[in-house]
């Protein structure tokens, strides 16, 4: 798998060091951070800053593994040769994720690694008097949002974690850390985002030069979603609320993955690649998304090694209404080599022509405006009913991929046609895992996988080359709702970092 992750070094709890623009955290001490006098001034933040932008690039690279691949909607084309994968990423598709996994040990550790960085410069910030200068509040709410995000998305995977709102500055502070409750993660989240809400210009504020940083329209929607989550419609419904009116759907859905077209109206945040070039800051999904040895067919380049990951499921190709156009945007069932017709389904949304082998110039959606209406669809439905509005925000989505308005629903039926929409408009954004995590008890989505899973079993999306299923795989169990702590983590916190149950 190809790694995006610019190169950090990292000791115990990940307590880090970054460079942007040259060595400007010197490590004295192996047991302390010092950063000397830098965030004195605007562009010593700004570089800091842009420095974090870049740790999310690596973040954003994996997170199909933990957001897709776990789920129904995606699967592998497995190498028959080279078994290397079978305990790191294949796992996440079987279900027999160990707490050893190298995946689940590199997540953690970039997602804290970027959260020490994040807090540092906050707490600089502070220290140094800048707010109220400068763009200093702006990239404040950058910050804030990007703590947000990542403990959002942490508190998903781990239930409770590790909540840390200050720089650590020493390896022994980071040994008695205790894992933080959930209720009192998302407070943090819901803080950060109200706050960053508050700081951040609408994006239609940024000068050319600063497009596709963070505006208010992601803090806001980010906060809506937590909101969601929580069950509390009411304000995830007036947060949404303050989105309206800045972004608008895109009339064709394969124009919203163009990097032709980047940061567009329908953006609300992408993270940011530059391609056709040798700067380190391309993307590569299309290799990864591309099925194994298909020699180039779909990515052009035929020396480039394509991943054979995050594969369309049958169960998600057999999800598409007829006539709905975001099937022929977002994958395709296989392709023609020599005149022979493979049938290997991989996903088109991020393949794109490009100038260099293996540096394609395709950004990521993180949040975009069609998610914000399936989201107030949805809140309204679990607050008052299918109201009109609830259907003219669902409708409007299905209008735009080709599809027929709903009506008539009672609001069980509703719900399950918003999931629906957003199984379909959503694939392979890393929303799945998330959302079935919202739509279904932990019974009902132990029950939902392990159907999916025996299909599987049964008739594989992708042909096995002959490699045997193994006893335990697609054996989906409730305690693994909840990804396992990393044992790297456990046995450098000596004690004082619990694993989750039954790993």
């Given at each position: 798998m190809k790694k995006y992750l610019r190169t950090y070094f990292v000791f115990t709890m990940s307590i880090v060091s970054f460079s942007c623009t040259g060595d400007f955290l010197e490590i004295d001490d192996p047991n302390s951070v010092i950063v000397g006098n830098f965030y004195s001034n605007e562009t010593e933040v700004e570089q800091a800053l842009n420095g974090i932008y870049g740790q999310l690039q690596g973040i954003i690279g994996g997170q199909f593994v933990f957001n897709e691949l776990i789920t129904d909607n995606t699967t592998i084309h497995l190498n028959a040769q080279d078994r290397g994968q079978v305990d790191r990423i294949e796992a996440f598709e079987t279900w027999t994720i160990a707490s050893a996994n190298v995946n689940i040990d590199q997540m953690?550790?970039?997602?804290?690694?970027?959260?020490?960085?994040?807090?540092?410069?906050?707490?600089?910030?502070?220290?140094?008097?800048?707010?109220?200068?400068?763009?200093?509040?702006?990239?404040?709410g950058e910050l804030l949002f990007l703590r947000a995000y990542y403990y959002y998305n942490l508190v998903?995977?781990?239930?409770?974690?590790?909540?840390?709102?200050?720089?650590?500055?020493?390896?022994?502070?980071?040994?008695?850390?205790?894992?933080?409750?959930?209720?009192?993660?998302?407070?943090?989240?819901?803080?950060?985002?109200?706050?960053?809400?508050?700081?951040?210009?609408?994006?239609?504020?940024?000068?050319?030069?600063?497009?596709?940083?963070?505006?208010?329209?992601?803090?806001?929607?980010?906060?809506?979603?937590?909101?969601?989550?929580?069950?509390?419609?009411?304000?995830?419904?007036?947060?949404?609320?303050?989105?309206?009116?800045?972004?608008?759907?895109?009339?064709?859905?394969?124009?919203?993955?163009?990097?032709?077209?980047?940061?567009?109206?329908?953006?609300?945040?992408?993270?940011?690649?530059?391609?056709?070039?040798?700067?380190?800051?391309?993307?590569?999904f299309a290799y990864t998304f591309a099925p194994l040895f298909s020699n180039g067919i779909i990515t052009g380049f035929p020396a480039v090694a394509t991943g054979g990951f995050n594969m369309p499921t049958n169960d998600l190709i057999n999800d598409y209404e007829p006539g709905d156009l975001r099937k022929d945007a977002s994958l395709r069932e296989g392709y023609t080599d020599n005149g022979t017709f493979v049938?290997?389904?991989?996903?088109?949304?991020?393949?794109?022509?490009?100038?260099?082998?293996?540096?394609?110039?395709?950004?990521?959606?993180?949040?975009?405006?069609?998610?914000?209406?399936?989201?107030?669809?949805?809140?309204?439905?679990?607050?008052?009913?299918?109201?009109?509005?609830?259907?003219?925000?669902?409708?409007?989505?299905?209008?735009?991929?080709?599809?027929?308005?709903?009506?008539?629903?009672?609001?069980?039926?509703?719900?399950?046609?918003?999931?629906?929409?957003?199984?379909?408009?959503?694939?392979?954004?890393?929303?799945?895992?998330?959302?079935?995590?919202?739509?279904?008890?932990?019974?009902?989505?132990?029950?939902?996988?392990?159907?999916?899973?025996?299909?599987?079993?049964e008739s594989p999306t992708i042909d096995r080359s002959g490699v045997p299923f193994g006893g335990n795989d697609y054996d989906f169990q409730e305690y693994e709702i909840l990804f396992p702590i990393p044992d790297s983590q456990i046995s450098l916190q000596r004690g004082s970092l619990r694993q989750n149950p039954e790993y």
């Open positions: 953690y550790s970039g997602y804290y690694n970027s959260l020490h960085n994040i807090n540092t410069t906050l707490a600089r910030i502070k220290e140094s008097g800048l707010q109220g200068t400068g763009k200093i509040d702006q990239y404040t998903h995977y781990f239930g409770p974690v590790i909540l840390l709102t200050e720089p650590l500055e020493s390896v022994g502070g980071s040994r008695t850390l205790t894992r933080s409750s959930e209720e009192d993660t998302y407070n943090q989240v819901i803080a950060d985002l109200t706050e960053a809400s508050a700081l951040l210009p609408e994006k239609q504020a940024y000068p050319g030069s600063d497009i596709g940083r963070v505006p208010k329209g992601a803090a806001l929607t980010l906060l809506g979603k937590v909101f969601l989550t929580l069950g509390r419609y009411g304000e995830a419904i007036t947060e949404l609320d303050k989105v309206l009116g800045n972004y608008s759907l895109l009339p064709g859905y394969e124009d919203i993955f163009d990097p032709n077209n980047k940061n567009h109206a329908e953006s609300i945040f992408e993270v940011q690649f530059l391609g056709g070039n040798n700067l380190g800051e391309h993307s590569g049938n290997i389904p991989y996903i088109i949304k991020y393949t794109h022509e490009h100038a260099l082998p293996g540096r394609t110039d395709t950004n990521w959606p993180v949040l975009r405006y069609a998610d914000v209406l399936l989201m107030l669809a949805e809140a309204i439905n679990e607050q008052s009913g299918p109201t009109g509005q609830a259907y003219a925000y669902l409708n409007e989505v299905r209008n735009r991929a080709g599809l027929s308005s709903l009506s008539g629903l009672n609001t069980a039926s509703f719900r399950e046609a918003v999931f629906h929409e957003r199984r379909i408009e959503l694939a392979f954004e890393n929303h799945r895992w998330f959302d079935v995590r919202r739509q279904y008890s932990n019974a009902e989505l132990v029950s939902l996988f392990n159907r999916h899973g025996q299909d599987e079993l």
